[in-house]
């Protein structure tokens, strides 16, 4: 027997990974930062607009791939009508907000770029999006700090990595509304009912969706319309409630309230 002691290596303990309760409030106001301080600044037009990035070539080609691998993993449409449409809708959000028309813009840009990563991978896809979208973005000249906007924009819309994404500013914010709001039948590939998985049936039960929003009673609400015979109220909760509470989060950070009815009836 050995008299020499063995040395033992000092154990590493690992730190549990820290995440956001879905019932947490946005930390807002907490700090000196401002989050409409990407405002204020001696640029107020795009440096790249809206149609340039549309039309891009390479940016075509991404949205169409992106789509079509999620296509293969049985997701729903992620493609040129998923983006277009939250492309227009987070516009309109800071339209009708007030917010100027450099804003508008930049979140139109940031809504068609917002799923391009998804040619990477779903995993992180809002993180690979972001990165994707600078080297697009630099290439067509825009200025670093618009750059910087819709990166931070993209980047805070997931919410596929074990926690929720964060508005960070306004046009960030728009973007959560926009996409979280896109709940609709057209979206849903699988042409056969009986073979619907819960997604499938809750997005083909939703026949209309609508994101209203009131400037001057500062509150928007997502208006949906959900055949019940196809899946009931409470399964829509049961998929979507992170979604809706990033919403509220970011309708927090637009200073109003977020509400939601469902086939004209308030539940929240």
């Known amino acids: 027997m050995n008299d ?22 946005p930390r807002y106001g907490k700090t000196a930062t401002d989050p409409n301080a990407i405002c204020i600044g001696d640029v107020y037009a795009p440096s790249v607009t809206y149609e340039m990035v549309k ?9 169409e791939n992106a789509d079509n691998n999620l296509g293969v993993l049985g997701f729903t449409e992620h493609g040129f009508r998923h983006v277009s449409l939250v492309a227009s809708i987070a516009r309109n959000v800071l339209r009708l907000l007030g917010y100027d028309e450099r804003l508008q813009e930049l979140a139109a840009i940031a809504g068609y770029l917002h799923d391009i990563g998804n040619i990477v991978s779903r995993h992180a896809h809002a993180q ?4 994707l979208a600078h080297s697009i973005l630099s290439r067509l000249g825009m200025d670093p700090n618009d750059v910087a906007i819709v990166m931070g924009a993209i ?7 074990a926690r929720l994404g964060e508005p960070v500013h306004a046009v960030s914010a728009a973007i959560i509304l926009a996409d979280k709001s896109d709940v609709h039948r057209s979206r849903v590939r699988v042409q056969d009912p009986s073979a619907f998985d819960q997604h499938d049936r809750v997005n083909y039960a939703a026949t209309s969706s609508f994101l209203r929003v009131d400037g001057a ?7 949906l319309t959900i055949d019940t015979s196809i899946a009931p109220v409470i399964e829509y909760f049961e998929i979507f409630l992170p979604r809706m509470l990033m919403c509220r989060h970011a309708a927090i950070l637009l ?6 009815t469902i086939n004209d009836v308030a539940v929240l």
């Open 255 to 260: 200073g109003c309230a977020f509400h939601i």
């Open 55 to 63: 039309n891009d070539p390479e940016v075509r080609a991404f949205i």
């Open 128 to 131: 690979s999006s972001a990165i």
């Open 217 to 223: 009673a500062k509150s928007i609400t997502l208006e």
């Open 155 to 161: 980047g805070s819309h997931g919410d596929d990595n």
């Open 4 to 25: 020499q002691q063995d040395t033992l290596a000092p154990v590493k303990i690992l730190q549990p990974t820290v995440t956001i309760e879905l019932g947490d409030e």
